[in-house]
C-alpha cells in the first residue's frame, strides 16, 4: 500500500453494512439516502437504507446485474434475463431502452455507466446466456454507446469477457475491464463520443494461488483515481495506471461504489454481503450529493 493510498484510507475500516446474499453485486447511491444494488442468483434488485433496513424493490428482477440512474434520475438496469438493458418510468412501468445491435440481440448486457449528455456506455459479455454461447446471435462481445437519441454505436469489439465500465470526471476516457485478459483498457473519447485512441491502463491478477476473483465493476473519485474489483479486494490506481494498492475485503469483490451524504463512503458489493469504508475523498457523481 503506497503513501498516497494510506493518505486516502486513513484510520478507516472496511465493515459490514448488510448480508444474507447469494452475489451481491450492481451497488448504486441514491442521493435521497438510500442504497440500490442487485442479488442476481435470487433474481432481485435490493433498496437499503442505513437507518431503515433492507427491503426487496424489484423481483423479479430479470436477473439483473448493474444499475445506474439516467439524468432524469429514472433507474436504468442490465437484465441478462431479458438480455436487455430496462428502465423504470415514473409511474414504475418497465420499458426496454435497448436489447438489439443491427436486428440481432444483445448478449446478455452487464454493466453501464451514464455521460454527462446523456448517452450510455454499456458491456455486453456472454454471460448470462447458458453456457455463455446458447442463442448468442453476435460473433463478438461489445462495447457500446446508446446515444439520447436511441442511436446505437459499437464502440469496441476486440475484447474477450469486457465486463466492468466506468468514465472518468472529464468525460474523456473510458475505462472498461476485459475479465478474461486481466486487464483494464482506457479510451480517449472525441467530443462525439466515438473513440480516438486506446491503451491498457493496467492488469489486475492474483498475486498467491488459489486467490479468488477477477478485474470486475469498478467507480471513479473526483479526482479520477479508479476503484476496480479484482483479487483480494479493491484496486486503487490513479489515472495513469499508477497502482496506489489494494483494498483487502473478507470477500471477492464484484463492485463498488461512493454514496452517503458527503460522497465519502465506499459501498462494496462482495458476494454474501455489502460492506463499507469511509474514505478521505469524496467519489465522482453526475448529480451532487445531497448536504
Not at 446485474?65 to 418510468?89: K, P, Q, V
Not at 466506468?166 to 482506457?186: C, E, F
Given at each position: 500500500?503506497?503513501?498516497?493510498?494510506?493518505?486516502?484510507?486513513?484510520?478507516?475500516?472496511?465493515?459490514?453494512?448488510?448480508?444474507?446474499?447469494?452475489?451481491?453485486?450492481?451497488?448504486?447511491?441514491?442521493?435521497?439516502?438510500?442504497?440500490?444494488?442487485?442479488?442476481?442468483?435470487?433474481?432481485?434488485?435490493?433498496?437499503?437504507?442505513?437507518?431503515?433496513?433492507?427491503?426487496?424493490?424489484?423481483?423479479?428482477?430479470?436477473?439483473?446485474?448493474?444499475?445506474?440512474?439516467?439524468?432524469?434520475?429514472?433507474?436504468?438496469?442490465?437484465?441478462?434475463?431479458?438480455?436487455?438493458?430496462?428502465?423504470?418510468?415514473?409511474?414504475?412501468?418497465?420499458?426496454?431502452?435497448?436489447?438489439?445491435?443491427?436486428?440481432?440481440?444483445?448478449?446478455?448486457?452487464?454493466?453501464?455507466?451514464?455521460?454527462?449528455?446523456?448517452?450510455?456506455?454499456?458491456?455486453?459479455?456472454?454471460?448470462?446466456?447458458?453456457?455463455?454461447?446458447?442463442?448468442?446471435?453476435?460473433?463478438?462481445?461489445?462495447?457500446?454507446?446508446?446515444?439520447?437519441?436511441?442511436?446505437?454505436?459499437?464502440?469496441?469489439?476486440?475484447?474477450?469477457?469486457?465486463?466492468?465500465?466506468?468514465?472518468?470526471?472529464?468525460?474523456?476516457?473510458?475505462?472498461?475491464?476485459?475479465?478474461?485478459?486481466?486487464?483494464?483498457?482506457?479510451?480517449?473519447?472525441?467530443?462525439?463520443?466515438?473513440?480516438?485512441?486506446?491503451?491498457?491502463?493496467?492488469?489486475?491478477?492474483?498475486?498467491?494461488?488459489?486467490?479468488?476473483?477477477?478485474?470486475?465493476?469498478?467507480?471513479?473519485?473526483?479526482?479520477?483515481?479508479?476503484?476496480?474489483?479484482?483479487?483480494?479486494?479493491?484496486w486503487v490506481f490513479d489515472d495513469n495506471g499508477g497502482r496506489l494498492g489494494v483494498i483487502a475485503t473478507p470477500e471477492p469483490p464484484s463492485s463498488c461504489t461512493f454514496g452517503d451524504a458527503t460522497g465519502q463512503t465506499l459501498y462494496i458489493a462482495a458476494r454474501s454481503r455489502i460492506y463499507k469504508m469511509h474514505l478521505n475523498v469524496q467519489g465522482f457523481s453526475l448529480?451532487?450529493?445531497?448536504?
Amino acid at each position: 500500500m503506497t503513501p498516497a493510498l494510506v493518505r486516502l484510507i486513513g484510520k478507516h475500516l472496511v465493515e459490514p453494512a448488510v448480508s444474507g446474499f447469494l452475489y451481491a453485486e450492481g451497488p448504486l447511491w441514491r442521493s435521497d439516502g438510500y442504497l440500490l444494488f442487485a442479488d442476481s442468483p435470487r433474481n432481485r434488485i435490493h433498496r437499503w437504507n442505513p437507518r431503515g433496513g433492507l427491503a426487496v424493490l424489484r423481483e423479479p428482477s430479470f436477473t439483473a446485474t448493474a444499475l445506474a440512474f439516467d439524468l432524469e434520475g429514472r433507474l436504468l438496469a442490465t437484465e441478462h434475463g431479458n438480455r436487455r438493458i430496462s428502465r423504470t418510468e415514473s409511474n414504475g412501468t418497465l420499458v426496454t431502452l435497448v436489447d438489439r445491435y443491427e436486428g440481432k440481440r444483445l448478449n446478455s448486457p452487464n454493466d453501464l455507466v451514464v455521460a454527462a449528455n446523456g448517452a450510455v456506455y454499456f458491456t455486453d459479455p456472454p454471460y448470462g446466456l447458458p453456457r455463455q454461447r446458447e442463442g448468442k446471435e453476435l460473433d463478438f462481445q461489445g462495447v457500446y454507446r446508446l446515444d439520447p437519441d436511441g442511436r446505437l454505436v459499437l464502440l469496441v469489439r476486440d475484447m474477450v469477457r469486457p465486463n466492468g465500465i466506468g468514465l472518468s470526471p472529464d468525460g474523456k476516457t473510458l475505462y472498461v475491464s476485459d475479465t478474461d485478459r486481466s486487464l483494464i483498457r482506457a479510451f480517449s473519447l472525441r467530443a462525439d463520443g466515438s473513440i480516438e485512441s486506446s491503451r491498457i491502463l493496467a492488469t489486475i491478477k492474483p498475486w498467491r494461488e488459489g486467490m479468488q476473483g477477477a478485474p470486475d465493476g469498478m467507480t471513479l473519485d473526483v479526482k479520477g483515481r479508479l476503484y476496480i474489483a479484482g483479487p483480494g479486494g479493491i484496486w486503487v490506481f490513479d489515472d495513469n495506471g499508477g497502482r496506489l494498492g489494494v483494498i483487502a475485503t473478507p470477500e471477492p469483490p464484484s463492485s463498488c461504489t461512493f454514496g452517503d451524504a458527503t460522497g465519502q463512503t465506499l459501498y462494496i458489493a462482495a458476494r454474501s454481503r455489502i460492506y463499507k469504508m469511509h474514505l478521505n475523498v469524496q467519489g465522482f457523481s453526475l448529480r451532487p450529493y445531497k448536504k
